[in-house]
């Protein structure tokens, strides 16, 4: 089956916008998982979806960044007022309920200028 | 809090050679899963290889093989007769074991395979 998508490829804004970032996990994975992932570093944390709640979602920045999962499949991070200090690699991940192992998407590199 | 430390930012191997990737850890906890994750430049992460902390045997898969420390919190990975297609970042990652628990990431380690 496709494994975890993830859209736009690249996104480029400028300082002040707003962008959303789109992730489709395999299908009938129910856990959905966010990270972001800064130059030479290793992915961090941002938030965990079980179905459509938000059961963990302590490695949000900032009021600015938000999520949803409104059906239990798709996910979109949402970043209002975007910084220069938003620029990295968004990682999203899926798994099943038991989540042994997450699988992850290509990511979607975001730009702010 | 947990943390995951690679202190080799940088590998080098021969092609057909083994080489050996260092993670360290810190956990209070008993129960717990490590992995190792392989991210070419696409970008994609790979899972490479599981470990299940109450497991006392080490993970193997082909050409892969981990060293797990769980006294030391040690966790390293070897590869064995290197290939070009191995060279990557790689990471080293940490969960608790509760269900769906969030991955803790080492710094990584970029490997490059010499023909």
């Not at chain 1, 961090?44 to 979602?57: K, M, N, V």
Request: glycine residues 8%; contains cysteine; aromatic residues 12%.
């Amino acid at each position: 089956g496709a494994g975890v998508s993830q859209t736009p490829s690249n996104k480029v804004t400028e300082k002040g916008k707003y962008v959303e970032l789109r992730c489709d996990p395999i299908s009938g994975h129910t856990a959905l998982y966010w990270y972001r992932q800064s130059l030479g570093q290793g992915p961090e944390f941002l938030i965990y979806f079980q179905g459509t709640g938000a059961a963990d979602d302590s490695g949000l920045p900032n009021d600015r960044f938000f999520a949803v999962r409104p059906e239990g499949s798709v996910s979109t991070l949402k970043i209002q007022r975007t910084e220069r200090g938003d620029s990295a690699v968004y990682l999203c991940a899926s798994s099943t309920h038991r989540g042994e192992t997450q699988y992850f998407g290509p990511g979607t590199r975001l730009l702010v200028l | 809090a947990q943390t995951v430390t690679q202190s080799q930012p940088e590998m080098s191997v021969q092609e057909a050679e083994t080489v050996t990737l260092s993670c360290t850890y810190d956990t209070s906890e008993s129960d717990y899963y490590l992995f190792w994750y392989k991210q070419p430049p696409s970008r994609q992460m790979i899972l490479v290889i599981r470990q299940e902390a109450y497991k006392q045997q080490n993970a193997t898969e082909n050409r892969f093989s981990v060293n797990f420390q769980k006294a030391a919190k040690s966790f390293s990975l070897k590869i064995s007769d290197s290939q070009l297609g191995d060279a990557a970042m790689y990471f080293c990652a940490y969960r608790y074991y509760n269900q769906g628990g969030k991955l803790i990431f080492g710094q990584g380690t970029e490997l490059s395979v010499k023909p």
